[in-house]
C-alpha cells in the first residue's frame, strides 16, 4: 500500500495494529506506532485504542499505560484494554488500581480481572470478585462463570468449585455451552468420573470440548477402556481428543498404545501439534524404545517443532531413558533457550547413568548461566550422588540446599539422603536422619522402605526387623515390606520367619509384582518373565541360550563335525 504511494486512514491502522497484536509482533506494532504519529492519527480514539491493546498483547504494558496517559478522549474499550494489559503481563497491583478508578466497570472488566487472576492460579480473589460483582449489581455471565470454574479446576479446589456449580445452576447458566464445558472440565480434572457423566448427559448441546473432556476424565481413572468408548463415539476427532489419548495411554503404563495411537493419528492426515509430540515421547521413555524415539524425533524435526523448548527437554529425557547418553547430551545443546527443566533433564539424565560427577558439573554451570535450582533440582543431584556412593558431596548437597537456596528438605530429598547413608553402611546415621525428619514432613514410608532395603543389603536383622514391621503397620497392603523383610529372613537363616511373613503376606491379599525384562525386535517389544514361557520361540531362546553359554564355558572348542 506504502509503496503504491497511497494514504493509509485510520481503519488501516486499527487493522495493521490488530494484525501487530495477534501476532504479538512489538517491533512491528512498535513502527506502526510511529507512522500513526507521521500521518497524525494519534488522536483518533479508534486508533488509541488499537494501540493500547496492541502493547497489552506484546506484554509491553508501560507503553500502553503511556498511550493511555497521552489520550484525551477514552471510553470503556480504552479502561478494558489497559486492564488486559496489565493482567496479561501478570501486573495485578497496578491492574487493580486501574480496575479501581474506571468511571464505570462493565461485565468486561470484570471478567478481565478474574481471568488475570484465573491464569494465576488465585481461586479466592477470583470468588471474592465474582462476590463483588454480585454485590455491585452487575451479573456474572457465561465467560464470567467459565473463568472462575476453570481456576477451581487448576487448583483442585473441589468444595469450592462444587460451590460455584450451585450458583451456576441457581443463575441460570447451567444451559450455556461454555459454562458446561467448563463445569465438566472441573469434574474431569479431579478425577469425578460420576459427576462428569450427570453432566456431559444433561445437556443436548455438546462440543468437541465436551466429549475430550469426557475422555481426560475416564484417562485420569486409569479407565484407557471408557475413554476409547468415548473416542470412538465422539462426532468427530481433532487434535485435542487424539492427544488426550496418547497423554493417556502414556500416563497410564501403555506406551506401545500411546505409539500406535500417533501413528493412526498421522495417517488420518492431521497434522500433529508440539503436545502431541510431547505426550508421545513420553510414551517412548516409558518403554525405553529408543528405535520409535529416533523415529519420533525424525518427525518433530520434519514439523519444525525441534526449537520448542518443553519438546527439547523431552527429548534429553526420552534419549537418557532409552540409553542413549550421547543423544540426550545432544539433545540438551541443540536447545537454545534452555530453561530450568532443561537443566534438570540433562542431570537428571547423567544421574540415571551413574555419572554423578558430570551431574554435579551440569549443576554448575546451571548456577553460572543464573538459573536458581528448585526442590527438583536437588532431588535430581542427590539421587545420582546416592547411586554413586558420593556420600561427602550428597552431604554438602543437603545442607547447601537449606542454607544457601533456603529450601526445607521434603519427603524425597530426605528419602534420598537415607538411601545414600544407608546404602554406605551408615544404618544408625541413616535412622537418625529419618527420625529427625519424619515426623516434620511426613516422609515415614519412603524412608524406612530406603532403611530396609539397606538393611536387607548389609544383612542388618535387628534394624530391618525394626522398619518391616513399621512398614507393615503403615502400609499393610505395600508388597516391598513383606518381600525385602522375608528376604532378609532368608540371608539370616531363620526360614520359619521368613516363611511367616510370606504367610501374612499372603492373608493380606497382596501380591508381589513380578520383574519382567523386554527387548524391543523388528518394531515389536517382546517381555519376559520369570516362570512364564508363553513366548512361542522359548524354545529357540533356550537353545540359542545354551549354544551362548557352552561358547563361552569352551572358547577353545572347535566342533571336527562342523
Not at 462428569?196 to 479407565?223: C, H, P, R
Not at 519438546?311 to 537454545?336: P, Q, T, W
Not at 529450601?407 to 544408625?428: I, N, W
Not at 518391616?468 to 525385602?484: A, D, F, Q, R
Amino acid at each position: 500500500m506504502r509503496i503504491s504511494n497511497a494514504t493509509p486512514d485510520h481503519f488501516t491502522f486499527t487493522a495493521t495494529l490488530s494484525a501487530c497484536a495477534a501476532a504479538s509482533s512489538l517491533q512491528c506494532g512498535a513502527t506502526v506506532h510511529g507512522l500513526v504519529t507521521v500521518f497524525g492519527y494519534q488522536s483518533y480514539l479508534p486508533v488509541n485504542n488499537a494501540l493500547v491493546d496492541m502493547y497489552g498483547k506484546c506484554l509491553d504494558p508501560f507503553s500502553a499505560n503511556r498511550v493511555f496517559e497521552e489520550m484525551r478522549l477514552r471510553n470503556e474499550v480504552t479502561w478494558c484494554s489497559l486492564l488486559f494489559a496489565y493482567t496479561k503481563s501478570g501486573l495485578f497491583d497496578a491492574a487493580r488500581e486501574v480496575f479501581c478508578v474506571m468511571p464505570r466497570r462493565v461485565e468486561i472488566a470484570w471478567n478481565v480481572m478474574i481471568l488475570g487472576y484465573t491464569r494465576n492460579g488465585e481461586v479466592q480473589l477470583c470468588l471474592g470478585l465474582l462476590r463483588e460483582m454480585k454485590e455491585s449489581l452487575c451479573p456474572p455471565d457465561q465467560w464470567t462463570f467459565s473463568a472462575v470454574m476453570s481456576a477451581c479446576a487448576e487448583t483442585l479446589e473441589f468444595r469450592c468449585g462444587c460451590m460455584l456449580h450451585a450458583v451456576i445452576i441457581k443463575s441460570g447458566w447451567s444451559s450455556s455451552v461454555e459454562v458446561k464445558n467448563s463445569v465438566l472440565s472441573f469434574y474431569a480434572e479431579l478425577g469425578c468420573l460420576d459427576d462428569a457423566v450427570k453432566v456431559f448427559e444433561s445437556g443436548n448441546m455438546l462440543t468437541q470440548v465436551s466429549w475430550n473432556a469426557m475422555i481426560d476424565a475416564y484417562m485420569k481413572l486409569g479407565n484407557s477402556h471408557g475413554a476409547l468408548r468415548v473416542f470412538q463415539l465422539s462426532p468427530e476427532q481433532n487434535i485435542v481428543s487424539w492427544t488426550s489419548m496418547i497423554s493417556g495411554y502414556a500416563r497410564n503404563g501403555h506406551g506401545e498404545e500411546a505409539a500406535v495411537f500417533f501413528v493412526e493419528m498421522m495417517r488420518t492426515g492431521l497434522e500433529p501439534d508440539d503436545f502431541s509430540f510431547a505426550a508421545v515421547l513420553h510414551a517412548c521413555s516409558n518403554l525405553a524404545l529408543l528405535g520409535c524415539g529416533e523415529m519420533f524425533h525424525a518427525c518433530i524435526i520434519h514439523y519444525g517443532f525441534h526449537a520448542y523448548v518443553f519438546i527439547g527437554n523431552g527429548l534429553v529425557n526420552m534419549y537418557a531413558k532409552c540409553g542413549d547418553l550421547k543423544g540426550s547430551i545432544r539433545a540438551f545443546h541443540e536447545i537454545l533457550h534452555k530453561d530450568l527443566v532443561s537443566w534438570n533433564a540433562m542431570l537428571f539424565a547423567f544421574g540415571l547413568h551413574g555419572k554423578a560427577i558430570e551431574s554435579l558439573q551440569v549443576f554448575e554451570q546451571m548456577v553460572v548461566t543464573g538459573f536458581k535450582p528448585d526442590n527438583v533440582t536437588f532431588i535430581g543431584l542427590l539421587m545420582a550422588c546416592s547411586h554413586s556412593g558420593l556420600i561427602g558431596e550428597s552431604c554438602a548437597l543437603f545442607e547447601s540446599m537449606q542454607r544457601i537456596y533456603g529450601f526445607s528438605p521434603e519427603k524425597d530429598h530426605v528419602a534420598c539422603m537415607v538411601d545414600m547413608l544407608g546404602r554406605g553402611g551408615y544404618l544408625a546415621e541413616a535412622k537418625k536422619l529419618a527420625d529427625k525428619y519424619c515426623s516434620l514432613y511426613s516422609a515415614k514410608t519412603s524412608s524406612c522402605e530406603a532403611l530396609l532395603g539397606a538393611c536387607s543389603a548389609h544383612g542388618d536383622l535387628g534394624f530391618g526387623k525394626h522398619f518391616g514391621e513399621s512398614l507393615k503397620i503403615t502400609e499393610p497392603h505395600n508388597e516391598t515390606s513383606y518381600v525385602l523383610l522375608s528376604n532378609l529372613y532368608c540371608a539370616s537363616g531363620q526360614w520359619k520367619e521368613a516363611e511367616m511373613v510370606r504367610k501374612r503376606m499372603a492373608d493380606q491379599g497382596v501380591k508381589k509384582m513380578p520383574g519382567c525384562s523386554w527387548i524391543e525386535v523388528r518394531n515389536e517389544v517382546l517381555c519376559f518373565v520369570a516362570g512364564k514361557n508363553s513366548n512361542p520361540f522359548m524354545d529357540k531362546v533356550y537353545n540359542t541360550l545354551q549354544y551362548i553359554n557352552f561358547e563361552i564355558r569352551n572358547p577353545y572348542f572347535v566342533d571336527v563335525n562342523g
